[in-house]
Structures are given as C-alpha cells and as structure tokens.
C-alpha cells in the first residue's frame, strides 16, 4: 500500500498536526516511541499571551491565540471531555516599581489590553509578601496528554500507529517516494521535539534545547487558588489541594533526569510565594525543543521536498501548535511554502539569524 504521508513523533505537534491532516490525506502512518519520557508528558500545558518576566506581547499572540483557543474548544465538544481549563494568571510584583511598571503598560501599550487588572493587594492570606500583581487574561491551561490519548486511541483503531523507535538509516527516499523498512508513502512528516537534534537530514544546530523541571505537591490543609499564581515560578492548581509547580529553565544539562537541585529551586521559590504545607508528590523532567531564535521550524527540506520537518515549539506548543498546524496543514495540501519567519532554512550558513 502507498501511504500519502508518514508522520514521525506523536507528542502536541505530531498529534495535533495528524488532526488537521487526517482529512486531507486519507492514508496516514504514525510512527513514534510511546517509550520515551517526552516533553509532552511533563508540560504543565499553560497558556499565556505575555512574557511575565519582560511585560512584552508573545510573538504574533493576537493572530495565534484566538485560532489555537477555538481549536481546543472545538476539540472539547468532539471528545466530549474536558481539555481547556480558562484560568487567570495573578502576576506577583516584587516592589513598587513593578506596580508601576505594570500600570504604564496597561494604559499605553498594546499588552494592555490582556491585563485585566493591576491589584494593589492580592485576595489570598497565605502570601508570604502581598506587593499586588497584575491579572492576566486570556490564559489558563491545556490537557495536552488526554488531546494525544485520544488520538492515540483513534490511530490504534484505525491500525496506523506503529510503536518504535524511528530508524533514520532505513529511510530510503527519492522525489517521488519514501521507503520506510516495508512502508512506502508520498510524503513524510518529523516532528520528534527534542530528539529533532538526532535527526541527520536537518541541521541540528537549529536547536538549543532546554531542559525542565516540575513538581506536583499536595497540600496538608484544604487551600483553594482562584487563578495561576506566577513570580519566578508558577502555581498552578490542578485537582483540589493539589498544585503542579514549575518551572526550571536549563540549556547546560547533562542527562534528562530529574535533579534533586531543580527540585529544591522549585520548593524555594515555592516557599518564597506562599506559606503552605504540602509534601512533594511527583517530580518530572524532560527537553524543551527549543530553538535558538525561539521561532519554531516548519516546512519543506531544500533538497528532498517530500520531507518536511514540523518541531521547534519551545515552552509554548501549547499556544502555537494549534495554529501552525492549520497554516502547515493547508499549505501542504496545495504545495505552499510556509513563512520565512519559520522556514528551517532562514538561519545563515553560521547559524545565526
Ligand atoms: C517542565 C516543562 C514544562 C512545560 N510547560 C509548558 C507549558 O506550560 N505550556 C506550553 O505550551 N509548553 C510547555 N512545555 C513545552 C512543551 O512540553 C513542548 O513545547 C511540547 O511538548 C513539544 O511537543 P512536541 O510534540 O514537539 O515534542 P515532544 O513532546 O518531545 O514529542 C515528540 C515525540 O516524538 C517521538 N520521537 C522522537 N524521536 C523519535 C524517533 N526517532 N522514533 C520514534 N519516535 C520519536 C517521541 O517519543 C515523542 O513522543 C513544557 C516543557 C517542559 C519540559
């Protein structure tokens, strides 16, 4: 059988991007290693139009966020489970001068408008230190895990799921057709995140992973948050008493293990914010697929033009995937190029940008 196309990688973006293909091509393969810890697993899945620490608008928020938000709420009805979770995001000020900060750019910059309210004090007793905050909206989070469970489940029905490792040196390809091992097909799509870097038919040093951290705690006494709290990390409320807390940022790792000095930094920060008691109840770890300048890579490889790589999402797949994998879906059904700003080739031969 001729397969139309292969995708390589079910995390958020192979998943969601099988989504908006399944329709335009009828036979697709998925080939990926549920085996792996991927970053996928360990994302907290928030959603946020800002960048907290700098008070500037995330790269093309206005465009992206309305389609990626009506994507997952579309989702929502068909698998008739709960996947988007609209929470505010209270962002905690250090001093006055953030207060301050933070009122110029509500009044006279085009952030304002996703800054719902600057407060002068915050409603929540157990705060440490009670500077004010800005609330944050649109924002809250995504179950990206249930969103890649039910398609699994789907792929599985349908006998095009094949779970293993991919071989690159088996992959034998020329302008007209892809052989994989027994597989043939027209076309073949990679998004394999992080591990992108093994990946010999596109540059590696596109990438500049960074490796994360989050811990899950429960708390002893009965503690409700209203909204994600964020100052240097966030907390985030997941199920009733208990708070997911991330995250590290780390571009000079050296294994993908959990670390016994993230998990301090996350329950120091923690400590700093509120005074709670909780235990610890999970702890995880995995790479970001970062890229060096934080734009994702998408489209076509220069020499064989039935490969195509789909990766790069960072720490905001959540935010971009839905909405790339629209624009991705539909130029590939009419053999359009994507937008330089994420064209795998737009780095110079030295790899800057
Ligand atoms: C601690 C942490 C917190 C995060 N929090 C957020 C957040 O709140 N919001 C947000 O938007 N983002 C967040 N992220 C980032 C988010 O997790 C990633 O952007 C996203 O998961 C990337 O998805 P992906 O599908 O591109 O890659 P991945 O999730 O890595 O999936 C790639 C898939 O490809 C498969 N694969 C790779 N190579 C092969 C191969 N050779 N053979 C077979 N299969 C292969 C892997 O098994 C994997 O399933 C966070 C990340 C971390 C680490």
């Not at 503690?223 to 708070?243: D, G, M, Q």
Request: aromatic share 12%; with cysteine.
């Amino acid at each position: 059988m001729l397969y139309d196309l292969i995708i390589v990688g079910q995390g958020i973006a192979g998943t969601v991007l099988y989504d908006h293909l399944k329709d335009k091509f009828k036979n697709i393969v998925i080939i990926s290693n549920t085996n792996f810890v991927d970053s996928t697993k360990v994302a907290s899945g928030v959603y946020n139009p800002i960048s907290l620490r700098r008070c500037v608008l995330s790269w093309k928020i206005n465009q992206i966020m309305p389609i990626s938000l009506s994507y997952y709420q579309k989702l929502q009805k068909e698998i008739n489970q709960n996947i988007i979770f609209p929470l505010n995001i209270i962002k905690l000020f250090f001093n006055k001068s953030d207060l301050d900060m933070w009122k110029v750019k509500q009044n006279n910059t085009e952030v304002g408008k996703y800054i719902k309210e600057i407060y002068n004090k915050i409603d929540y007793k157990n705060l440490n230190k009670n500077l004010g905050g800005a609330l944050i909206s649109p924002s809250g989070y995504v179950d990206i895990n249930l969103i890649r469970e039910f398609f699994l489940n789907k792929m599985k029905e349908k006998n095009i799921f094949l779970n293993e490792k991919f071989d690159y040196s088996s992959l034998k390809i020329n302008s007209s057709i892809i052989k994989y091992k027994h597989i043939q097909a027209k076309k073949i799509v990679f998004c394999e995140g992080d591990r992108g870097l093994l990946n010999p038919f596109f540059n590696e040093k596109m990438f500049n992973p960074c490796k994360g951290e989050v811990i899950t705690i429960k708390t002893s006494k009965d503690f409700s948050l209203k909204h994600i709290l964020s100052k240097e990390v966030f907390i985030l409320p997941k199920k009733t008493n208990v708070f997911q807390i991330g995250s590290t940022y780390d571009r000079d790792y050296n294994s993908r293990n959990k670390t016994d000095q993230a998990k301090d930094f996350l329950i120091k920060k923690l400590d700093k914010i509120l005074n709670l008691d909780y235990k610890v109840i999970s702890h995880k770890s995995s790479i970001r697929p970062t890229v060096i300048d934080r734009r994702p890579i998408i489209g076509s490889h220069k020499k064989h033009q039935n490969m195509y790589i789909f990766n790069g999402f960072g720490s905001k797949s959540v935010t971009l995937v839905p909405y790339f994998a629209k624009l991705f879906s539909y130029n590939l059904s009419i053999n359009k190029p994507m937008i330089t700003e994420v064209n795998p080739y737009r780095f110079n031969e030295k790899l800057t940008f």
